[in-house]
């Protein structure tokens, strides 16, 4: 058996794995800016047809950029973690053009529950909004196919 | 000027007006199934572009259901609302093929800010996700143009 | 062994079993109005050293109504279940003198994880918030001594 | 006119005054340990009355030590600032005894909606809770009498 990976190693490859399945992030445009233990940063551009009644972005595909950083960064780690949920604040509307940066990270595990600070931004570093995530790390899955964890297979 | 427009009438006019400007959720395949003052009902069928890495729907599309049906119900009466916030809670996962039925209802309205109840449910009726948003209603805009409101311009 | 309690009297006694060991809501003054299966609702009057700065009910009061009617709720049909985490908006204020009645209902139940609305009320029927409780049901713990539980030791 | 109190004046300023008229926090035995522009952390001890029917702290108290800490902070500038609404999650429990400290923070504003960080720790560091508050500002309202803002009255 090979070395264990490290950490940001782990945590790479838990990005390139998750996002060559994740076609949802995929048809949204969004790409992995940074991944690191317990964080993900990914980029997404508004597009005309992410645009509501409003002429706005709607609010949905802002959650769904924050809830993909957020899915990245909890899965970070190699263990197999599922969004429980989730608290979003609106604070600023995004328009066709604006490229939004959602930037999630781990503020506190307890137990097999996991909080998550994700912020979405735009291109000029104005907050768009704020969400808190909740997540559920599975027992004894990993990301990763032939990944015993760093602990081995006693999780 | 014609006669004003009862409830159900401004309330099925917002969703004719509001859906055919609504790219996002067209492009997400949503039906509007009812709509009524304080009230709407969408429906949309889980693709294979919405799964996420996992091969279950992205959480973030169906936020982005609930948060649909959510603007249709806040907007029903006419007053331009738009959402503040949500909170999320993912109670089971939905998978391609699922047709999920989001019902947005009306809790309280306490000044300009509004309360909802949104429910996720698939075609077999199980709970899927349950969300609660705040709204907040804009001063003097309506949804419908040339629509004064029931109060007239007043408000 | 005695037969079976219904599930009405499963939730009166597991109200008068838990209210007589809980200190924060009898310092309240907290009363039980009624309990059933999966519901609890609970009365408290604003006193005097309840008042904040501002010289109405300090929220956190407020909240703490609301969560011991969810606690009474949650453990209602007999299984020992905790308080995970609230949403609470604060709707309107409460003053001194007035008495607030807090209903407790749940909404739905995923595995072990449960949904409940409490919404707080003061004695004109107005609302002064609004809280969704998510609980925790512990394993094979039992409210009532010597309770084996409906479906018996298998929980 | 004497001359306008600095930012770290107000702060302490504030945290006197609400205090000083703050039955509630003063009953439940809280302290201020520090106030800055944006930021309070206050210290409450889990005291025999703050125990629910499982002997443990009543979740509602510990609410109440957070939306204390929530109230000084969103106070901090002089502009008079209620709680809207609160998301908590609860990490682990609290017992009698246990020395908790609240720490909150201002995240970021959003016209006149301010979006705050609380945890609870006790005293040994672990946290205890986690909560998101939103707050809104009150327009042309100082908490301190005779206190004009640093722009003046022109808020």
Redesign the interface.
Known sequence: MADALTAQQTADAVGV?????????K?MGMRIVAMSEGAAFLEMKVR????????I?????I??????AF?FACNSTGD?T???????????PARAGDVLTARAFE??Q?GR?G?Y?ITVTNQRNE?VA?V?G?AHRMKGQRVLPGDAGHEGAAR
């Open positions: 794995h998750m996002f060559a399945r994740d076609r949802a992030s048809a005309d047809d992410m645009l509501n009644g409003f002429d972005c709607h609010g949905g595909f959650t769904t950029l924050a809830d993909s899915a197999v599922v969004a429980a949920g989730l608290t979003v604040d609106f604070l600023a503020v506190v307890a529950s909080f600070d907050q704020l808190r909740r």
